[in-house]
């Protein structure tokens, strides 16, 4: 029986820190924020004990996209749970070519075909694995400073801090400043298989790429015969206020990866999604890319519900209209604190505050924590703030954001001293 909020706080920090991770005990500490995931509803969260509530913009980068435990992706899993367990991987399955097809509905036409996996970074492991296994080449370029993952191929293609002690890993990989398509084509010669590129990178910061970038790439890529990979994992699935964010970009992928939102934050689905005709490959090698878990029979009636409701127009819609509302509200913030928040990114409620410091990301991290807001700075660039709200909210959840925000700025403008020790925490 699980019962939230059954030890003492002080008890849990304890243990996780003996059994689980010292050195994410350490670090909570060091910047007070013990937040314990107690109760969870909708867009909030509260700490196990009961006393502090948070809205939840950060949302895993994107899992919780329809809030915390959606009572309709609940109810489906629950009667999954009378009927399916994970099926077995080796056999052919009811549910996995049900997914599929809905799949299939959902992408452009070209794109038919879905090999399932529990994580994203498998989700990308694969992506690279199909265009290495159809082409016979084995280079990858990607964008400097990108995150796709914790994964052997993905990793590979991340940020050097994530991979260096874990050095060597495997060769082949090329990387680019993103959004320079000249940069792309030089990169590319005849042993590259794939250029890979998070549609927008969450992690770099969220920067909007020149709006004929993709465009660019799509071109050099057909004429050198390279497969385009996208990393759709954060914004896919309405995040950016359409279905997929390439298509604020009128390109179509070859390779395609989907995770976090697919779940519904319920059970562990990922998905790459690719061409037909990349199908050669796994016809004739069925067997080569096995996943115990990938694609569990019981998710994938809750990753169907997930897509049916986030792929309605009125969804979309809806999304867009909260992000011109929200974005109303953070120009007014702009304004009143311009010497901090100095350009709003966004693609429907894809969301990054651009500071004028490095340590801005970490230091308002702390100081929404402290208003009542969860939002964590990005990784590979920390003068950035990711603001990723659940697609559900409405207007007074917007209300409710500003306001925190607001006393945000207002708390990091009087703490200089936080800063400095924001900028040791962004190094
Ligand atoms: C853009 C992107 N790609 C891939 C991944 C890896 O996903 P997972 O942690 O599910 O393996 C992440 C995770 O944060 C991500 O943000």
Same mark, same amino acid.
């Given at each position: 029986m699980v019962s939230i909020g059954e030890s003492p706080k002080e008890q849990i920090i304890k243990d996780f820190a003996a059994h689980v991770s010292s050195g994410k005990a350490d670090f909570y500490g060091m910047v007070d924020l013990n937040f314990i995931l107690g109760k969870r509803e909708g867009p909030w969260m509260w700490d196990v004990t009961g006393e502090k509530k948070l809205i939840n913009c950060h949302c895993n980068g994107g899992v919780f996209n329809l809030g915390h435990r959606h009572p309709v992706i609940l109810k489906v899993l629950r009667e999954a749970l009378e009927e399916l367990d994970i099926?077995?991987?080796?056999l052919m399955s009811e549910q996995r070519a049900m997914l599929g097809k809905k799949l299939a509905e959902h992408t452009p036409s070209e794109i038919t075909r879905t090999v399932f996996g529990v994580g994203g970074g498998e989700a990308i492991d694969f992506s690279i694995k199909l265009a290495r296994g159809h082409s016979r080449k084995h280079k990858i370029v990607y964008a400097t400073s990108a995150y796709h993952g914790h994964t052997g191929l993905a990793l590979a293609a991340g940020d050097a801090h994530f991979k260096e002690p874990f050095e060597p890993l495997a060769p082949g990989f090329v990387d680019v400043p993103f959004g320079d398509a000249d940069a792309v084509e030089k990169a590319i010669?005849?042993?590259?298989a794939a250029v890979l590129f998070e549609t927008i990178p969450a992690t770099l910061g969220m920067p909007l790429p020149p709006e004929d970038f993709y465009r660019h790439v799509r071109e050099i890529c057909d004429q050198k015969d390279v497969l385009l990979i996208l990393d759709?994992?954060? *914004? $896919?699935?309405?995040? *950016? $206020?359409?279905?997929?964010?390439?298509e604020h970009y009128d390109v179509v992928p070859d390779i395609f990866a989907i995770g976090k939102g697919l779940s519904g934050g319920l059970f562990p689905i990922t998905a790459t999604c690719y061409r037909e005709d990349l199908d050669s490959f796994m016809n004739e090698h069925p067997f080569i890319h096995v996943s115990t878990f990938g694609g569990a029979e019981i998710g994938c009636p809750v990753a169907a519900k997930v897509l049916e409701i986030t792929a309605a127009d009125s969804f979309l819609s809806r999304v867009n209209k909260i992000s011109n509302n929200l974005t109303s509200g953070l120009e007014v913030l702009r304004e009143r604190y311009s010497e901090i928040l100095i350009e709003i990114r966004r693609k429907g409620l894809f969301m990054g505050l651009k500071m004028s410091d490095i340590g801005y990301g970490p230091l308002m991290s702390i100081a929404g924590y402290n208003c009542g807001l969860f939002a964590v700075y990005a990784d590979n660039d920390r003068s950035v703030l990711q603001l990723l709200p659940p697609?559900?909210?409405g207007d007074d959840e917007v209300a409710y954001i500003i306001d925190a925000m607001d006393n945000a700025y207002t708390y990091a403008k009087q703490r200089p001293d936080y800063l400095e020790l924001a900028r040791s925490l962004a190094m």
């Open positions: 099926g077995n991987h080796h010669d005849d042993e590259t759709e994992i954060q *914004t $896919g699935l309405g995040r *950016t $206020g359409k279905l997929w964010s390439f697609l559900i909210i």
